[in-house]
């Protein structure tokens, strides 16, 4: 199984600053990665697939990078809506995993 | 406009069985690539992905939990059961089910989920 392992796990920052998220895998998933943003008591919501294709309708201020086994999600100046929990997500072999999340709040 | 959403009990006794159905629309599960994936999250904890269903025969269970999960197609009622046997407090979480797409390797399109509490 490939374990994703995302940092921080608590990132604090205030509106309009920069956000960088880590997703590091296990093994190489190559580009099969996937980021998704979840606020309390929704279910997740697509923003990146194929590690920096956005989804559609996902604002332009988000991006992603990466292949093999490290990956970046960058939300390049924070808006109040973006203040949520980011998860990566894989699909290389089966189980397809998520990582842990990181927590993104407002300083 | 692709839509899905979950339906089931609120409140299953432990060692009982747990039956939930995912109810579509806006796709076919017969279109080559496409699939439905139940995925579930104990609460304040990360995401699992239970199972991928494709519209052949070609399923996928989580090997945490294979033995314990069945599931059956009504590919043109659009509608997926997911049976889990044997309940543990430890299953106490919200399940989703989500439209897996090949092509992006990602869950595209999410019902809102149900929270299942397994306590007696």
């Known amino acids: 199984e490939i374990v994703l392992t995302q940092s921080p796990v608590t990132l604090s920052l205030s509106p309009g600053e920069r956000a960088t998220l880590s997703c590091r895998a296990s093994?190489?998933?190559?580009?099969?990665l996937a980021w998704y943003q979840q606020k309390p008591g929704q279910a997740p919501r697509l923003l990146i697939y194929y590690a920096s294709i956005r989804a559609a309708g996902v604002p332009a201020r988000f991006s992603g990078s990466g292949s093999g086994t490290d990956f970046t999600l960058t939300i390049s100046s924070l808006d109040l809506e973006d203040f949520a929990i980011y998860f990566c997500?894989?699909?290389?072999?089966?189980?397809?995993?998520f990582g842990q999340g990181t927590r993104l709040d407002i300083k | 406009q692709v839509t899905l959403r979950e339906s089931g009990p609120m409140l299953v006794k432990p060692t009982q069985t747990l039956t939930l159905t995912c109810t579509f629309s806006?796709?076919?599960?017969?279109?080559?690539?496409?699939?439905v994936g139940w995925i579930r999250q104990p609460p304040g904890k990360a995401l699992e992905c239970l199972a991928l269903?494709?519209?052949?025969?070609?399923?996928s269970f989580s090997p945490s939990l294979k033995g314990r999960l069945t599931v059956t197609k009504d590919t043109y009622k659009n509608k997926i059961v997911l049976t889990m046997t044997n309940l543990d407090p430890a299953d106490t979480a919200t399940y989703f089910c989500?439209?897996?797409?090949?092509?992006?390797?990602?869950?595209?399109?999410w019902g809102p989920g149900t929270r299942v509490t397994v306590s007696s």
């Open positions: 997500q894989h699909r290389t072999t089966w189980p397809l995993t």
């Open positions: 269903i494709y519209g052949d025969d070609n399923e």
């Open positions: 806006g796709f076919s599960l017969l279109t080559s690539g496409v699939a």
């Open positions: 989500a439209r897996h797409l090949d092509p992006s390797h990602a869950f595209d399109v």
């Open positions: 093994q190489s998933v190559g580009s099969y």
